[in-house]
Nanobody, 128 residues
């Protein structure tokens, strides 16, 4: 059984930082690109960041560039999202995802369900 489990969400003031983690279990993910999406209340799930399985390609949505950093540790089957200078508009449920497609494709799929594997999400709330 493949399983992605997110952690690290919580309540933070604007300007603060959080680090999300996503631990993958059930198989080896070294040949999977991994990424993060988020879904704010009343909005569609949107791409945030992705990383290739070799860790040499990263992609970000424009609104988080320069503030968020995605990284991975294949030995631990874990992907991270370091979020700095958080803003109230970053408030959302953050979902971890994994797929055998390229990391670049994560931000280009017609809908989030095109990607293979998903976690249950972790809530990030940024207060003003």
């Amino acid at each position: 059984q493949v399983h992605l489990e997110e952690s690290g969400g919580g309540l933070v003031q604007a300007g603060g930082s959080l680090r999300l983690s996503c631990a993958a279990s059930g198989r080896t993910f070294s040949n999977y690109a991994m990424g993060w999406f988020r879904q704010a209340p009343g909005k569609e799930r949107e791409f945030v960041a992705s990383i290739s399985w070799r860790d040499d390609d990263t992609y970000y949505t424009d609104s988080v560039k320069g503030r968020f950093t995605i990284s991975r540790d294949n030995a631990k089957n874990t992907v991270y999202l370091q979020m700095n200078n958080l803003k109230p508009e970053d408030t959302a449920v953050y979902y971890c995802t994994a797929d055998r497609n390229t990391a670049q494709a994560f931000g280009m799929v017609p809908a989030y369900w095109y990607l293979e594997l998903w976690g249950q999400g972790t809530l990030v709330t940024v207060s003003s």
